[in-house]
């Protein structure tokens, strides 16, 4: 028998976020069989053996008593390979027994996380056969992780978890405690369907360049440690680094030297990490190199890494985030939010079969409420992924409450053709979903406790993206704070779902309006300011004057961006009679006095969205401190420190907006409360 994988321990004082013991207490107290040999079947009976040791249950191995009964039994066979795959289980519940079958042991390890989910339900009545596969191969983190401490950046570009939990002033993290923490967050990632993570920054510098090469033991280690919870390693890197690290003249994608170099330096790669899951890449984007210096297209980019990952069935990357951030706010007719599809739907059909072109949801750049990025209906014969942001950039930094469940959920369902069309969710069937992390080594992961929501919300609706996010925050909510373990589970879960459900509209309402988007002070994006990147060469404006404000994106008399939807959403987004108010002033510039749909001005929508937004994180602060006598002491602190900033900074938020354009519109407001 094989000795069983301990469950890794987390450092003292670390959350154990999702998945703390209570969780696997059904589990844990039955006869459980684990039948099937494999390194994650390993994992798969640590899990179970750690619950037995501390409920008093017991597991057993195939052979181990012949004959005897259990309550569950996972199984790894190979009878139903082709339905299962290698990542999907069967669960069936007949004569007292709990029956969880996978073809590949990925699928056993979901399948033991599935009945964590279910709890005693797991363990009632009969349950006829039902079949889980993820809807996604491709379940993916990216990590914006610097080795070396950026002096802008730091260590976690767009971080806000403390710092990273890979890397640290320059070198990886190799302590046992270290390691042990890299695997406990494999294994939370796991247990919300992730099985992959990129651990480095997109904006590769001088130091994370070296990963690909002479660095790429660091690599190999974390991919060891992630290894045990069915997690592939990927590797973010430097379209120069042919010429950085290898000494070359050019990285020209077409030069014959620079493919060679590719293919070897990709070699040992593998040799080094041989499930290494493959590359990502910013080119040509905010300064990094790509190879449009070559007068080379991005598919030519993209292809010169995908030859030399295909023979060991590697895949790139590639990101469409792709615009020109040296713009003049005078030339009205650049448009950053048409970029790109401008760059990358004449490719469509020119990317090799392993090269995944990687594209945010939204055409600009994870703001509040952006619609849809147009290439993802643009694409058919490309492979491609999804792009969110789980860590919170511009939606409250994780020092607000933002649940983006449903804003993502939106995206995930939205029908690029209408109604009859595929949804997002089934064209990036091919390439999977992305998020940007939000995880580093704060005690809590995500520095705001409810935050976590949000990390595990991608594992999820990676696994399944129509699926309703708010079956996903119950999860989180169950697995998290186990109501029934406290005195008044109900006050508890109704008392999260209050604090949480809204909270990305309440976000919305007190920050920037209809879809406008960046009025947030430059730099490092936190609080208010309205004309902060306005005159900026990065290509975000809003063009409010005295008459009015939004960018006409439309065909007849703006940037022509609506144009680049199909129908019915091209012909939607034209009109200010049509576009939904939500998006108004994504696609139109038009008069303060400007009546929405919702038959309310927009500078008076300005206004009450501001002072109702303000009044909704007053209302959550105080149904959190609620909460006090059924949360984790230190965790309910955390949060509700946090309250206290949300509430400061919307505040500023809403007199800093409201006065804005008080001041520039001339119109009072109608209900006659204090605006500065
Ligand atoms: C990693 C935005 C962020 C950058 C980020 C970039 C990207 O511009 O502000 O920090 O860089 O997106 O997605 O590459």
């Avoid at 007292?96 to 996380?113: D, E």
């Avoid at 090469?213 to 990927?234: C, F, K, N, S």
């Amino acid at each position: 028998m094989t000795a069983p994988i301990p469950v890794p321990a987390l450092p003292s004082g670390v959350d154990p976020a999702w998945l703390p013991p209570a969780a696997f207490r059904p589990l844990g107290s039955r006869r459980t069989l684990i039948s099937g040999t494999g390194p994650l079947v390993d994992t798969v009976h640590g899990e179970v053996a750690g619950a037995s040791d501390r409920f008093g249950g017991q597991v057993l191995r195939d052979g181990q008593e012949p004959g005897a009964s259990y309550d569950l039994v996972l199984e790894l066979g190979d009878d139903d390979s082709d339905e299962l795959g290698d990542e999907g289980f069967a669960l069936v519940r007949a004569d007292g027994v709990t029956r969880v079958t996978a073809a590949g042991q990925r699928g056993l390890l979901y399948g033991l996380f599935h009945v964590v989910r279910l709890g005693e339900a797991a363990f009632q009545g009969e349950r006829a056969r039902e079949l889980h596969r993820p809807a996604l191969a491709l379940r993916m983190l990216d990590h914006w992780d610097n080795v070396a401490v950026h002096p802008v950046m730091g260590q976690v570009e767009r971080g806000y978890s403390g710092g990273s939990l890979f890397w640290q002033d320059g070198r990886a993290r190799g302590s046992r405690e270290e390691l042990e923490r890299v695997r406990c967050y494999g294994r939370l990632l796991a247990a919300s369907g992730i099985n992959a993570i990129a651990v480095n920054n997109v904006n590769v510098h001088g130091a994370e360049a070296h990963l690909l090469t002479d660095r790429i033991g660091e690599v190999a280690a974390i991919a060891d440690a992630l290894r045990p919870y069915g997690i592939r390693t990927h590797l973010s890197v430097s379209f120069a680094a042919p010429v950085v690290l290898g000494g070359l003249p050019t990285a020209d994608p077409l030069d014959e030297a620079v493919r060679d170099w590719w293919a070897e330096v990709t070699g040992r790669v593998y040799e080094a990490i041989p499930d290494f899951g493959g590359y990502v890449v910013k080119a040509d984007s905010e300064g990094q190199p790509g190879p449009f210096t070559y007068g080379r297209s991005h598919a030519e980019g993209a292809n010169l890494l995908a030859a030399a990952l295909a023979p060991h069935s590697g895949t790139v990357h590639w990101r469409a985030f792709v615009y020109n951030h040296r713009q003049d706010w005078r030339d009205r007719s650049t448009d950053r939010a048409r970029a790109a599809y401008d760059h990358f739907a004449p490719l469509d059909g020119a990317f090799a079969p392993n090269a995944v072109l990687q594209v945010k949801h939204g055409p600009m750049d994870f703001q509040t409420r952006e619609p849809v990025s147009p290439v993802i209906g643009a694409m058919p014969d490309t492979r491609l992924a999804v792009e969110i942001q789980a860590t919170q950039e511009y939606t409250g930094q994780q020092r607000h409450v933002c649940w983006l469940g449903p804003m993502w959920s939106e995206a995930l369902r939205f029908r690029p053709e209408g109604q009859e069309g595929p949804s997002v969710g089934d064209l990036v069937r091919g390439g999977g979903l992305v998020a940007v992390s939000s995880a580093g080594d704060d005690p809590y992961w995500t520095g705001h406790p409810l935050a976590q929501a949000n990390l595990y919300a991608v594992g999820r609706l990676a696994w399944r993206p129509d699926a309703d996010p708010r079956a996903a925050l119950d999860e989180w909510i169950e697995l998290t704070f186990a109501p029934e373990e406290t005195a008044d589970p109900a006050r508890l879960r109704s008392g999260l779902h209050a604090v949480l459900d809204g909270s990305w509209r309440t976000y919305e309402k007190y920050t920037a309006p209809l879809g406008v988007g960046f009025m947030v002070q430059p730099g490092h994006h936190y609080g208010p300011s309205v004309d902060g990147y306005e005159y900026s060469p990065w290509g975000t404006y809003h063009f409010a004057d005295r008459d009015g404000i939004g960018v006409d994106r439309s065909q007849a008399t703006g940037t022509g961006f609506a144009g680049q939807y199909a129908k019915p959403w091209a012909e939607v987004y034209e009109s200010p009679a049509t576009c939904p108010d939500e998006l108004l002033l994504f696609f139109h510039h038009v008069p303060y006095g400007h009546v929405l749909r919702s038959g309310e001005t927009v500078i008076q929508h300005i206004y009450d969205t501001h002072f109702d937004g303000v009044a909704e994180v007053e209302e959550a602060r105080r149904v959190w401190a609620g909460l006090a006598d059924l949360v984790e002491p230190a965790r309910h602190a955390r949060a509700a420190e946090r309250y206290e900033e949300q509430l400061r900074s919307a505040r500023e938020w809403r007199d800093h907006i409201n006065t804005y354009f008080f001041r520039k519109s001339g119109v009072p407001d109608a209900r006659g409360r204090l605006i500065h």
